[in-house]
């Protein structure tokens, strides 16, 4: 599997639209490389065909979308909405089909993008801390990815994302093997079931990014 940013490309793109992809795209993994000499491991853990839900440690807004560049495949990463009033940010989220997300309420419509993205096999990304560092800031997990997995029945890729001691950080992103929890899909998932698969799945999230490494009690 061959990773570019043509794996966005979309029926009605105009040539423009497609060269400037592949010129932020280029740029990115440049500046990964270049700046954070990136390391990825387990990439033939990314299911080749069929949908998955790619789930990872949030770092910080310079850092995370690596886990997408690295990622062989279409990622369709759900972010909040706040970041789209930076035209900058929200040109770049339409570009590469980010999904805004209204936080703290229940968001319809991006629930209702997030299960297209799924019925058209394809790659569905989210942080389960849903801030920057919640894992260290002890802020409780949200279950959406879980629920999305268990009421659809599709597969969970955990990524750790890991950033070696500075001044000069070095970017490790490890993507797990896949989880799959269909025996418990539900179209109404049972909270107790929801908390279960979110926490072993974050201890997994954990291990991959060296967590207990860097946060020692």
Not at 99 to 117: E, H, Y
Not at 131 to 160: D, N, S, Y
């Amino acid at each position: 599997m061959k990773n570019t940013s043509k794996n966005f490309d979309k029926p009605g793109d105009t040539w423009f639209t497609k060269f400037q992809r592949r010129i932020i795209w280029g740029a990115l993994k440049f500046l990964y490389k270049v700046v954070y000499r990136v390391k990825v491991e387990g990439v033939e853990n990314i299911p080749e065909e069929g949908a998955f839900i790619l789930c990872g440690n949030h770092v910080d807004y310079i850092k995370v979308p690596a886990v997408v560049v690295y990622c062989p495949r279409k990622v369709n990463f759900i972010a909040k909405i706040e970041l789209f009033k930076n035209p900058f940010l929200r040109n770049l989220g339409e570009k590469f089909d980010v999904i805004p997300v209204k936080r703290g309420k229940q968001d319809v419509d991006a629930m209702k993008k997030s299960l297209k993205v799924l019925s058209k096999k394809e790659g569905l990304g989210l942080f389960p801390e849903g801030t920057t560092r919640g894992l260290e800031k002890g802020v409780k997990v949200k279950t959406g990815a879980a629920f999305m997995a268990l009421r659809t029945g599709t597969v969970i890729v955990p990524a750790g994302v890991e950033v070696t001691s500075r001044p000069f950080p070095k970017i490790i992103i490890r993507y797990g093997k896949v989880l799959d929890y269909s025996q418990y899909q539900s179209r109404n998932p049972e909270k107790e079931v929801l908390e279960k698969v979110t926490q072993e799945m974050m201890g997994i999230i954990k291990s991959l990014s060296n967590f207990d490494k860097y946060n020692k009690k």
